[in-house]
Each structure stands twice: as structure tokens, then as C-alpha cells.
């Protein structure tokens, strides 16, 4: 069974601060998707990283694939409040096809 | 651009009744599931259909049953609820099973 693992579960941080979310698994990935909700709203795609190392970036977030593509990492610099929200990590399972969801990292930025 | 719609937003059923969430998509993809959102426990996958007439069971299809007769809708049937079902559920809809998923925008559910 493909699992993975979102730390930290909660992050509470000052309007300005840097942090970064990991999302890991003993399982290697064909891809691994990063998704954020908003409350009372289902979750939105925000990138997709499918090549071992890579590294995208969508503005104040830097999204990276582990080199053996069983783990990612979202860092965000300089957090606004509209930052907060709910942040998923997706596996896309290479023999399930099916999308594996990590727990989630609930992340409130304060002003 | 509707996406996907999910109906109703909010529900509340008593033990042992049934019901039935509704899910449209018009983006014509093949690909369409259903999870439950629990706290701390991300997004479970109940179950999934990979086109019309065919749909197979996630990680916990228990006490769920689904049907899918046209490439829009997605209908997710409680048999019975229990208080364990009480959840926020999507739907999402995608190309295939590993592309990005579209979701709507859930239904909250409470069983007492």
C-alpha cells in the first residue's frame, strides 16, 4: 500500500515568515501533484512536478521533487495571510493508477 | 464554467436512512471518484469510475454504493447512514486517475 506522509500537520506562523512542507513515502511516484482548500471549497491544482529533482516555482512557492521521486517539498517565503489554507500533497501511483492524498498541512498565516 | 457540481452543500440524515449525493461534471472527462474528508486523515477515495458503466471500489467503499450510466453524473448512494459517515465528501472528475483532479465543492454531512 502506497502512503504519504504530510509534515507538519499544523503551522501557525507571523505575516513575513518562510516555512516548508514535506511530503514523503517509502514509494516512488510517476508524479506528485500539490493541491490547496480553502474552507467550505474543494481543493485547486496548484502544480505538478513529474521529473525526479525538479524544481517549479509559482511565484512566493517552490515546489521540489525528491531525486528518487519519493518525496516533495512546498516552501513558501514571505507568507501572506492569503497563504492560509488547507495544503495536500497527491501521489500519482504508478501501478494503482490512482492518485495517493497525503493528510494535509492546515497552514494560517496571521497578519 | 461550471466544473463540477455536487449536490446538496449541507445535510443532515438520521441513523439507518439513505440518500443520495449527487455530482455533474460537463468537462467530459472519463475519469470520476469520490472521497471523504475526515480531520487529519486527508482525502480517502471511496470509490472511482473509469467510464461510463464501469466503477470499482477505493480504500473505504463500505456502507457506499455507486452507479455511473452517463460520462456526467456520479452518484454516491448511503445504504444506511451510520454516525461514522458523518464527513465532508467530494466529487472530482479528470482525465485519467493520476492527471489533475477537478473537484466540487463538497457536501457536508452529519449523521446523528
Known amino acids: 500500500t502506497q502512503l504519504l506522509e504530510q509534515s507538519p500537520q499544523f503551522l501557525s506562523i507571523q505575516e513575513g515568515e518562510n516555512l516548508t512542507v514535506y511530503c514523503n513515502s517509502s514509494?516512488?511516484?510517476?508524479?506528485l501533484q500539490w493541491y490547496r482548500q480553502e474552507p467550505g471549497e474543494g481543493p485547486v491544482l496548484l502544480v505538478t512536478?513529474?521529473?525526479?529533482?525538479e524544481v517549479k516555482k509559482l511565484k512566493r512557492l517552490t515546489f521540489q521533487f525528491g531525486d528518487a521521486r519519493k518525496d516533495s517539498s512546498l516552501h513558501i517565503t514571505a507568507a501572506q495571510p492569503g497563504d492560509t489554507g488547507l495544503y495536500l500533497c497527491?501521489?500519482?501511483?504508478?501501478?494503482?493508477?490512482?492518485?495517493?492524498f497525503g493528510q494535509g498541512t492546515t497552514l494560517q498565516v496571521k497578519p | 464554467n461550471a466544473g463540477v457540481t455536487q449536490t446538496p452543500k449541507f445535510q443532515v440524515l438520521k441513523t439507518g436512512q439513505s440518500m443520495t449525493l449527487q455530482c455533474a461534471q460537463d468537462?467530459?472527462?472519463?475519469?470520476m471518484s469520490w472521497y471523504r474528508q475526515d480531520p487529519g486523515m486527508g482525502l480517502r477515495l471511496i470509490h472511482y469510475?473509469?467510464?461510463?458503466?464501469?466503477?470499482d471500489q477505493g480504500e473505504v467503499p463500505n456502507g457506499y454504493n455507486v452507479s455511473r450510466s452517463t460520462t456526467e453524473d456520479f452518484p454516491l448512494r448511503l445504504l444506511s447512514a451510520a454516525p461514522s459517515q458523518t464527513s465532508v465528501y467530494f466529487c472530482?472528475?479528470?482525465?485519467?486517475?493520476?492527471?489533475?483532479?477537478?473537484f466540487g465543492q463538497g457536501t457536508r454531512l452529519t449523521v446523528v
Open positions: 472530482a472528475s479528470s482525465y485519467t486517475g493520476v492527471t489533475e483532479a477537478f
Open positions: 514509494s516512488v511516484f510517476s508524479s
Open positions: 512536478v513529474v521529473t525526479g529533482g
Open positions: 497527491a501521489g500519482a501511483g504508478s501501478n494503482t493508477g490512482k492518485l495517493i
Open positions: 468537462m467530459n472527462h472519463e475519469y
Open positions: 469510475s473509469v467510464g461510463a458503466g464501469i466503477t
